[in-house]
């Protein structure tokens, strides 16, 4: 009889091998590498304005993450070495672009951005030797059914865990290390100054003020160049109007966060700037905020009894607490999010704790009154604000075009709105 030779099972890489013994090598030189770049970013090269203590976070624990990776690399069946490349390299690869490569695209290559790069590229070569290690270890010694049927169910428990883990990981390495974009001069209507504020924790930021001539004024927020269309128009009816980078952009000291943690006491520092100007009545300071903006203008309200009026366009969710009250999830939906982990990472990664629940935040402000907009194709968490304006006692506009582009959309109306509400209040 002549017997059937059976494939085998490949296992690629077996610790003590010279081929375990080179891919060990390499996986730990790029994890290395990405060690570099992560103690670079949060204790080397700190934000302006940050100090490496306030990275403790930040820094140590993808750090421990990345040495027990490597650490238990070796030990590891061939699935998980590629489960565990995958996902270190594409982590990787995302805060290389966000940060470094992006800086370098947009202004010019300094101080973290060469240890970004280079952990970038480490990220792209461990996602390379996570592919080699799958491919290489597929079994073929099963009846092709069982075989199809068992390789369908890891790529849906891998699409799942993508959906789940990596990408809010990956969303929250974006919406805490996007790298900073020069500020060039703007047209705002009239004259402005640059003036710089202190918040109460020390951060300095950079602004723009236009003198108000009718006694009252406006604070126009995020940054100095996306609420420049608002600023323009609200300059041009005799406000003074004041647009500075929050914290962690532009010319502004401290961390970034694209969420806005943290970032209401910006806002407090605009109003005590302007509550201190002379051409300014203190009782007559109103806010206008676009997209994140808009909710750390409600909670800045919240918090500080000088902010007499909001108009607030397209805020949205912040953390899991917003999340849980988005209108129809059912209660699986709730938690199976990947907000869930979300907001976790940011937590760890921001070194901060997430911000109090905005819904419960709103309910403080009346009998201030608030302004809210809502674009007719809005971006995810407008869903909200029906949900906001209940608690704020609000008046609710649902206006055409895309998330904070109402005033492209329907300028008249924009006009009309917004300036009337500050006239009435302010």
Known sequence: MTALAVPRRRTPGRPGTPAGRREAGAVRVALGLIALAIADDAFLHPEPGAAARDHLVSGLVPLALAAAVAVAHPRMRPGLRAVACLVCGSLAAVAGVADGLRHIATDRMAGDDLTAVLGWLAGVALIGIGVTVLWRARRRDERRARRWARRGGIAIAGVLAAYLLVLPVAIAIVATHKARSPVAAADLGRAYEPVSLRTRDGHRLAAWYVPSRNGAAVIAFPGR?????????????????????????????????????????????????????????????????????????????????????????????????????????????????????????????????????????????????????????GAGGEELAPVYRDAADAVLWRAEGDHTGALAAQPREYERRVVGFFDREL
Do not use: C
């Not at 005590?272 to 903006?293: E, N």
């Not at 912040?318 to 976790?344: C, M």
């Open 225 to 377: 160049a996306q609420p420049l269309p608002q600023a323009r128009m609200l300059a041009r009816h005799g406000y003074g109007v004041l647009v500075l980078d929050r914290r962690g952009e532009g010319q502004s000291g401290g961390d970034y966060n694209a969420f806005g943690w943290g970032g209401a006491a910006d806002v407090v520092a605009a109003v005590r700037y302007l509550q201190g100007r002379t051409d300014v009545d203190g009782r007559r300071i109103g806010g206008l905020g676009l997209s994140v903006g808009g909710e750390l203008l409600l909670e800045a309200a919240a918090r500080e009894p000088g902010l007499k009026a909001v108009v607030a366009e397209g805020p949205g969710v912040r953390s899991l607490a917003e999340h849980l009250h988005t209108p129809g999830l059912g209660s699986l939906q709730r938690w199976v999010s990947n907000w869930v982990v979300q907001t976790g990472a940011i937590a760890v990664l921001a070194n901060a704790s997430p911000p109090p629940d905005l819904v419960d935040l709103l309910a403080r402000i009346p009998p201030r009154r608030v302004l809210l907009i809502q674009a007719s194709h």
